[in-house]
């Protein structure tokens, strides 16, 4: 929806994960050119940050956490063991430097 409100980015109050600049930017960038008239950044709870992501993330970190992992390959090897998670091989094409997009 062009022009539109956004509600949806949550940030779950760990700054090393989603209140970065290049997030910041992007939204900011997509409300310029009218994408939303206005974002709203919603911040959950201190302690109920836990959702079914976090609890697949936290099973895999069982597997990796002590051990010696050095290569993509080993890491993906190591995660697939995971029957609720399917592993994919992450390939270059699947990152985008969001970083520069706005400067566009």
């Given at each position: 929806m062009?022009?539109g409100?956004?509600?949806i980015?949550?940030?779950?109050?760990?700054s090393g994960?989603?209140?970065?600049?290049?997030?910041?930017?992007?939204?900011?960038?997509?409300?310029?050119?009218?994408?939303?008239?206005?974002?709203?950044?919603?911040?959950?709870?201190?302690?109920?940050?836990k959702?079914?992501?976090?609890?697949l993330f936290?099973?895999?970190?069982?597997?990796y956490?002590?051990?010696n992992?050095?290569?993509?390959?080993?890491?993906v090897?190591?995660l697939?063991?995971?029957?609720?998670?399917t592993m994919h091989?992450p390939v270059?094409?699947?990152?985008?430097?969001y970083?520069?997009?706005?400067n566009r």
């Amino acid at each position: 929806m062009i022009g539109g409100e956004l509600n949806i980015v949550i940030f779950d109050n760990f700054s090393g994960q989603n209140k970065n600049n290049i997030v910041l930017k992007i939204l900011a960038f997509f409300t310029k050119l009218g994408y939303f008239k206005q974002v709203n950044f919603i911040f959950l709870v201190v302690g109920h940050t836990k959702n079914a992501a976090d609890h697949l993330f936290n099973a895999l970190k069982a597997e990796y956490r002590e051990k010696n992992l050095f290569t993509m390959e080993t890491l993906v090897e190591c995660l697939n063991v995971s029957n609720s998670v399917t592993m994919h091989t992450p390939v270059e094409a699947d990152f985008l430097d969001y970083g520069t997009y706005p400067n566009r």
